[in-house]
């Protein structure tokens, strides 16, 4: 149990700490499947089938060793049956690993079909595609129930095998005996040992390969586990870049450009240039798809520029240290994720310092979620329920984790995008407070397609499949077909 619980460990930090495109290609249902079931076969193994495997061997040998020493003309017949047996074992467990392979993709795809499916059951609810989901989820059922039907059945001709190779040796040792006792060279009391202690090597020999194509199985299923452990951890995380006395908040794409890994033909940015003043407010507008999220993706690197570079104070973001970077950086998304804890620890959650009540209730004031925190059942102390929160008051808990930060940049992602309009104006005079505070400049980075939103804006980017049409304030912005006004 310690050895799974160490594996488990190794496994889980190795996938943490992997590229975010590790994590576009690879699905959530077959990563905790690996985690799951994969690691517990892993167990069996070790709790199990070593410890049998051992013990048959130690016995089969001091079966055999006495067998030659009784007559080695009737413990050669048997060994050969022995290396027959051994055979079809080989083979068995070959056919039992690759099966088990199999088993273990199968039952990860119907578990990710499941997970989906019962975290967009509204979804499903309202289109009414009820039957169409459990037929994605029946047609990976019948693939595992093939390949178990298939292991059925090779587990009855492993079976089947040994009962005739079995009962073979016990015919030649009678015959062959019998007719060594004719000719004087064993007794009938050896032959009564030879006979027993030849049953003894033999189901030795049969539980050795039944324990084996249950290892091979185990290692079949924990394969694709120690393949992920073997992933070496991002490069951001292993190298030590360096930390600025203080981040002034001057950013710079410098002619960047960018595909996505998982579709490496599509440009997503070509040849971007912006400059970014400390204590800025840039807002980046255009149509979906145009690459207003990806910037802001680049420029957490979440992911790397394909070509070109960012500069943050004149330094290349791949030299500065990512974890303190991003310490300094405030983020909005949105579609906020909150974690399912109470809502005081998913205001606190990520903040480098240490935090009190009071700088919690501060920046949840300044979000305007104060009051309706209080309202809720337990307060600040109320576990975060998918049914609890409106999209508004999610966003407003994530506002309040930011600014919560005091971050050098801001960055909002359609941070007002499930607002109302009360709701909204509030947030921007927020906004407006945070960048003109004069203790704590900061640059302040803007992604929405309301132009109410961003009009106060020092600037503003208008992005166009993933290239820059204009720049400038937003009464001389021509490309007004882009607002939702």
Same mark, same amino acid.
């Not at 033999?202 to 290892?215: C, F, H, P, Q, V």
């Not at 091979?216 to 992920?228: H, T």
């Given at each position: 149990?310690?050895?799974?619980?160490?594996?488990?460990?190794?496994?889980?930090?190795?996938?943490?700490?992997?590229?975010?495109?590790?994590?576009?290609?690879?699905?959530?249902?077959?990563?905790?499947?690996?985690?799951?079931?994969?690691?517990?076969?892993?167990?069996?193994?070790?709790?199990?089938?070593?410890?049998?495997?051992?013990?048959?061997?130690?016995?089969?040998?001091?079966?055999?060793?006495?067998?030659?020493?009784?007559?080695?003309?009737?413990?050669?017949?048997?060994?050969?049956?022995?290396?027959?047996?051994?055979?079809?074992?080989?083979?068995?467990?070959?056919? +039992?690993?690759?099966?088990?392979?199999?088993?273990?993709e199968f039952t990860a795809c119907a578990n990710e079909v499941a997970q989906e499916t019962f975290s967009l059951m509204r979804t499903v609810r309202v289109y009414g595609t009820e039957k169409q989901e459990f037929g994605r989820y029946e047609q990976w059922l019948k693939k595992l129930a093939d390949?178990?039907?298939?292991?059925?059945?090779?587990?009855?001709?492993?079976?089947?095998?040994?009962?005739?190779?079995?009962?073979?040796?016990?015919?030649?040792?009678?015959?062959?005996?019998?007719?060594?006792?004719?000719?004087?060279?064993?007794?009938?009391?050896?032959?009564?040992?030879?006979?027993?202690?030849?049953? @003894?090597?033999?189901?030795?020999? @049969?539980?050795?390969?039944?324990?084996?194509?249950?290892?091979?199985?185990?290692?079949?299923?924990?394969?694709?586990?120690? +393949?992920?452990?073997?992933?070496?951890?991002?490069?951001?995380?292993?190298?030590?870049?360096?930390?600025?006395?203080?981040?002034?908040?001057?950013?710079?794409?410098?002619?960047?450009?960018?595909?996505? $890994?998982?579709?490496?033909?599509?440009?997503?940015?070509?040849?971007?240039?912006?400059?970014?003043?400390?204590?800025?407010?840039?807002?980046?507008?255009?149509?979906?798809?145009?690459?207003?999220?990806?910037?802001?993706?680049?420029?957490?690197?979440?992911?790397?520029?394909?070509?070109?570079?960012?500069?943050?104070?004149?330094?290349?973001?791949?030299?500065?240290?990512?974890? @303190?970077?991003?310490?300094?950086?405030?983020?909005?998304?949105?579609?906020? $994720?909150?974690?399912?804890?109470?809502?005081?620890?998913?205001?606190?959650?990520?903040? $480098?310092?240490?935090?009190?009540?009071?700088?919690?209730?501060?920046?949840?004031?300044?979000?305007?979620?104060?009051?309706?925190?209080?309202?809720?059942?337990?307060?600040?102390?109320?576990?975060?329920?998918?049914?609890?929160?409106?999209?508004?008051?999610?966003?407003?808990?994530?506002?309040?984790?930011a600014i919560l930060r005091d971050p050098d940049i801001l960055i909002l992602d359609e941070a007002t995008s499930a607002l109302d309009a009360e709701s909204e104006h509030y947030v921007k005079e927020v906004l407006r407070a945070v960048r003109n505070d004069s203790k704590a400049k900061r640059t302040?980075?803007?992604?929405?397609?309301?132009?109410?939103?961003?009009?106060?804006?020092?600037?503003?980017?208008v992005m166009d499949g993933g290239q820059i049409l204009e720049v400038g304030q937003a009464r001389h912005i021509r490309s007004k077909q882009i607002f939702l006004v």
């Open positions: 149990m310690n050895l799974v619980k160490r594996l488990r460990e190794r496994l889980y930090s190795a996938l943490l700490f992997q590229e975010i495109s590790f994590f576009d290609s690879e699905t959530v249902g077959d990563l905790t499947s690996r985690l799951g079931a994969d690691c517990q076969q892993v167990s069996r193994v070790i709790g199990n089938d070593l410890n049998m495997i051992l013990r048959d061997v130690v016995q089969g040998m001091g079966a055999l060793i006495y067998l030659l020493s009784l007559s080695w003309r009737l413990t050669l017949s048997t060994m050969v049956i022995c290396c027959a047996l051994v055979m079809i074992m080989l083979l068995y467990g070959r056919y +039992q690993k690759k099966a088990a392979k199999l088993t273990q390949v178990s039907l298939r292991q059925s059945v090779a587990y009855g001709w492993w079976h089947l095998s040994f009962s005739i190779l079995y009962h073979s040796t016990q015919v030649i040792a009678v015959l062959v005996g019998g007719t060594s006792i004719i000719t004087g060279h064993i007794t009938a009391e050896q032959l009564t040992k030879f006979i027993m202690y030849c049953e @003894w090597l033999i189901y030795s020999t @049969w539980r050795i390969g039944d324990n084996l194509a249950s290892l091979m199985q185990s290692v079949g299923a924990s394969e694709k586990v120690f +393949q992920l452990m073997d992933f070496a951890p991002s490069d951001q995380f292993l190298s030590k870049g360096m930390k600025l006395q203080r981040l002034m908040g001057h950013i710079e794409f410098v002619n960047v450009s960018f595909r996505y $890994p998982s579709r490496a033909m599509v440009p997503v940015l070509q040849h971007v240039n912006i400059s970014i003043h400390p204590s800025e407010v840039v807002a980046i507008v255009g149509l979906s798809g145009s690459g207003k999220s990806t910037l802001v993706n680049l420029l957490l690197r979440l992911y790397e520029p394909t070509e070109g570079q960012i500069l943050i104070d004149g330094f290349s973001l791949r030299e500065l240290d990512i974890k @303190w970077l991003r310490e300094r950086i405030g983020f909005v998304g949105q579609e906020p $994720p909150l974690f399912r804890m109470n809502i005081i620890s998913n205001i606190r959650y990520g903040c $480098p310092r240490d935090i009190k009540q009071e700088d919690v209730e501060f920046a949840a004031k300044q979000a305007y979620a104060h009051d309706f925190i209080l309202s809720l059942p337990e307060g600040y102390e109320t576990l975060v329920d998918d049914d609890l929160l409106s999209g508004g008051q999610k966003q407003r808990i994530a506002i309040a984790r302040v980075i803007v992604i929405a397609h309301r132009l109410s939103t961003i009009q106060a804006a020092d600037r503003i980017v």
